[in-house]
């Protein structure tokens, strides 16, 4: 009897703490590294391992909110491909939303879906509703995972370019993404949702997740274009304009374009470059890397006028071409991040420009913990210190770079 009992106990232990177990909420860093160069020394998760996971554990939906679609035959997004187009032999309901503008006039890869049973596409005319494109580029699986990043579904995203990104395996930060694409879905439909989410996490509400690897981490979302995006969801430049103003030490940005030009109108858009020079005013130190594609008319004097300001220290940073011959749109720094101080991490779909902010859908995920700064620090510094950076010439004139 009491063997019978104690294997009874152990069943019904195990019925309890084995779904426990599997409920847990995950955290991970997601980079993409351009191949033959020195961002192959992190050791960060890889985007296309990361990805191919997520969908081949799909149970029920995938959820994909992105600028557009680049496949290329026999490189590493047609597997990506053939995993969602698996998922929905399998029954998994796949729901994809891209931007009508690219569509049109760019890469139709996405038509790869077409007539596949459980694979709906739906094209955003971001243009006609704010005067931008949909620029955010994330995915959620089954309601509770969530990626969301500077990679676009792109070939050369996961091979020749430089990306951040982030997983979350969360139940409330993933229904906050999908109130989102939601609201997105009823913008092409022309049917709007009337309800709010009142478990949104925003600011003043954030998702607490314990990670085995970075411990406690408290991390919120934030989105654009204000003008339609829910008022309890917090706003990106908003909130990027309190870290940089909240911060006392130290702000590390890499970031693929700065442009002062506000879209369709004559003045400057400065409030980022005046957020960064009063930072600079009480001591914080900071240092910005930009890809050498952000070298483009304006920006560039703009760029080099900021770089004198003291306590800040800018680098532009230029990728080598691939031993196999020249990609279009590739072998380019394409992450946008932020650190701040010791604690403070930002991860973005969203350029530092005017339109990104103000016209076009974006997505950013705000976080506070220490050891994800830490490595976040690391991949910056690396780089930072690397021979595919130099500082900013106030005497040199830059050339834009051939990009197609």
């Known amino acids: 009897m009491e063997k019978k009992a104690a294997v009874i106990l152990f069943f019904l232990f195990l019925q309890i703490t084995i779904p426990f177990l599997y409920a847990q909420d995950e955290f991970e860093l997601v980079e993409s590294v351009p191949v033959e160069t020195i961002f192959e020394e992190s050791t960060l998760p890889r985007t296309y391992g990361i990805w191919i996971k997520m969908i081949n554990d799909a149970k029920e939906s995938i959820d994909i909110e992105t600028f557009y679609f680049a496949n290329e035959i026999g490189e590493p997004l047609a597997d990506i491909l053939t995993a969602i187009k698996n998922a929905a032999g399998r029954g998994v309901r796949i729901t994809i939303i891209v931007d009508s503008s690219f569509y049109s006039n760019g890469d139709k890869s996405v038509d790869e879906f077409e007539g596949i049973t459980n694979i709906s596409i739906y094209k955003l005319p971001m243009g006609n509703i704010a005067g931008g494109v949909m620029h955010a580029k994330y995915f959620i699986v089954d309601n509770e995972n969530l990626f969301v990043g500077s990679q676009n579904m792109d070939w050369r995203a996961l091979k020749h370019i430089h990306e951040m990104g982030v997983r979350i395996k969360n139940k409330k930060i993933a229904e906050t993404f999908k109130e989102v694409f939601n609201l997105d879905m009823a913008y092409i439909g022309g049917v709007f949702p009337l309800s709010i989410n009142g478990g949104?996490?925003?600011?003043?509400n954030p998702v607490s997740i314990s990670n085995a690897e970075f411990g406690n981490v408290i991390l919120y979302p934030a989105f654009s274009p204000p003008k339609i995006t829910p008022w309890h969801i917090d706003h990106e430049e908003d909130e990027l304009l309190k870290i940089i103003g909240k911060s006392k030490e130290r702000l590390f940005i890499q970031m693929y374009s700065y442009s002062p030009k506000a879209k369709n109108e004559k003045k400057?858009?400065?409030?980022?470059?005046?957020?960064?020079?009063?930072?600079?005013?009480?001591?914080?130190?900071?240092?910005?890397?930009?890809?050498?594609?952000?070298?483009?008319?304006?920006?560039?004097?703009?760029?080099?006028?900021?770089?004198?300001?003291?306590?800040?220290?800018?680098?532009?940073?230029?990728?080598?071409?691939?031993?196999?011959?020249?990609?279009?749109?590739?072998?380019?720094?394409?992450s946008k991040y932020l650190i701040s101080d010791n604690n403070i991490s930002w991860i973005s779909t969203s350029n530092w420009e005017w339109s990104y902010f103000n016209n076009s859908r974006n997505a950013t995920i705000i976080i506070d913990n220490e050891k994800v700064n830490s490595e976040l620090s690391k991949v910056f510094m690396r780089i930072w210190d690397s021979s595919i950076t130099n500082f900013v010439d106030i005497n040199k004139t830059y050339e834009s770079v051939k990009r197609n």
């Open 268 to 334: 400057y858009y400065d409030t980022l470059d005046n957020a960064l020079r009063n930072a600079a005013s009480r001591g914080v130190q900071i240092k910005i890397i930009f890809s050498d594609w952000a070298i483009r008319d304006a920006a560039t004097d703009f760029i080099k006028n900021l770089s004198t300001v003291p306590n800040i220290q800018i680098k532009f940073s230029s990728i080598a071409q691939y031993s196999g011959g020249f990609i279009p749109y590739a072998r380019v720094d394409h």
């Open 200 to 204: 949104v996490i925003n600011s003043t």
